[in-house]
């Protein structure tokens, strides 16, 4: 199996709400990103959404690494709005980027190889190395 098709079935039912933060203990960015999950029910191997040429997009290619915070399946507004204010600050772990060779198609998957999980705020918290971006589909001819 192809990783696109590997990403096509990695989705979770339901749609988790999650906030990606890249960057340094001294700079960072908060994302906010609703759906993936487990990779064909690996609890080590995450799919998130994601776009080429984005701001996210630009700190994984810059970092190689984020930390996963899972709010939860209906997204819990408030905790992500604190989270965004600043309560959650993950400490920076190593980690790596590789590219991916595969094409640069709408829409793209962020896979994500979990190195570490911990709670924080009574919440999983996912140090993940960004394994690479790949599409959902591919297009015919390339």
């Not at 096509?8 to 993936?36: E, I, K, M």
């Not at 709010?71 to 204010?85: P, Q, T």
């Not at 793209?108 to 709670?119: G, N, S």
Request: proline share 6%; net charge neutral; charged share 25%.
């Amino acid at each position: 199996m192809n990783p696109g098709q590997k990403a096509q079935t990695a989705r979770l039912h339901g749609n988790p709400c999650w906030l990606v933060t890249t960057g340094d203990d001294a700079s960072f960015d908060l994302f906010l990103l609703h759906g993936g999950g487990e990779i064909a029910g690996d609890p080590w191997l995450l799919t998130l959404p994601a776009e080429r040429e984005t701001p996210l997009s630009r700190n994984l290619d810059r970092w190689g690494e984020c930390a996963l915070h899972l709010i939860g399946e209906k997204g819990d507004e408030a905790l992500a709005a604190s989270l965004l204010g600043g309560a959650l600050v993950p400490k920076r772990r190593r980690g790596y980027f590789v590219r991916s060779p595969l094409l640069p198609v709408f829409p793209l998957a962020l896979e994500c190889l979990v190195r570490e999980r911990v709670v924080c705020l009574d919440r999983l918290l996912y140090i993940a190395e960004v394994a690479f971006f790949h599409a959902f589909s591919r297009k015919e001819g390339k």
